[in-house]
T-cell receptor
Framework: AQSVSQHNHHVILSEAASLELGCNYS??????LFWYVQYPGQHLQLLLK??????LVKGIKGFEAEFIKSKFSFNLRKPSVQWSDTAEYFC??????????FGTGTRLLVSP | NAGVTQTPKFQVLKTGQSMTLQCAQD?????MSWYRQDPGMGLRLIHY???????DQGEVPNGYNVSRSTTEDFPLRLLSAAPSQTSVYFC????????????FGQGTRLTVV
């Protein structure tokens, strides 16, 4: 079955530290991958998406992710986090069509 | 542009009560879906619809009913609420076809006591 896994459940960083959140998927063929962010008390917002083409995807708020097919990974990165990045981050995927499968999420706490 | 609108935002139910969570979108999207979000489990798909009159079950459909009489609306019904249905519920919509993104509503926080 298709699945998405996130191994970091909780991450605590200081402001200005670099961030990398892991995401692995188990799709066998074509895959679309997404990172969503959920700020406290808010709904999910799309950070970035990968459909095809350049495996390095840039999103909003300085986030980027790299699709590495050989490693089945789509890790999220940001060179320097801010306190306002405190949120929960979800990786999700589908086979190119609508049904999204989500990872279990990573709670990021950035201390000032 | 309103996007995906969910009502209510918060709800407390007693065990055994019924209720309907409303979801409406104004983007003319064919695909709509309901997820529940529980701590440590991410979002899990409850039901989805690929167009008016067509619905199907997702990963965790038990205890929930849906219908899709119009393109815009996709209500989720709890016929007899149970404490295990305490969760945050999100509705999402997207166009049909390849390589599209989902748009999410604000969520409904439901507590069943």
């Amino acid at each position: 079955a298709q699945s998405v896994s996130q191994h970091n459940h909780h991450v605590i960083l200081s402001e200005a530290a670099s961030l990398e959140l892991g995401c692995n998927y188990s799709y066998g063929g074509t895959v679309n991958l997404f990172w969503y962010v959920q700020y406290p008390g808010q709904h999910l917002q799309l950070l970035l998406k990968y459909f095809s083409g350049d495996p390095l995807v840039k999103g909003i708020k300085g986030f980027e992710a790299e699709f590495i097919k050989s490693k089945f990974s789509f890790n999220l990165r940001k060179p320097s986090v801010q306190w306002s990045d405190t949120a929960e981050y979800f990786c999700a995927g589908n086979t190119g069509f609508q049904k999204l499968v989500f990872g279990t999420g990573t709670r990021l706490l950035v201390s000032p | 542009n309103a996007g995906v609108t969910q009502t209510p935002k918060f709800q407390v139910l007693k065990t055994g009560q019924s209720m309907t969570l409303q979801c409406a979108q104004d983007m003319n999207h064919e695909y709509m879906s309901w997820y529940r979000q529980d701590p440590g489990m991410g979002l899990r798909l409850i039901h989805y619809s690929v167009g008016a009159g067509i619905t199907d079950q997702g990963e965790v459909p038990n205890g929930y009913n849906v219908s899709r009489s119009t393109t815009e609306d996709f209500p989720l019904r709890l016929l007899s609420a149970a404490p295990s249905q305490t969760s945050v519920y999100f509705c999402a919509s997207s166009p049909m076809g390849r390589d599209t993104e989902a748009f999410f509503g604000q969520g409904t926080r439901l507590t069943v006591v």
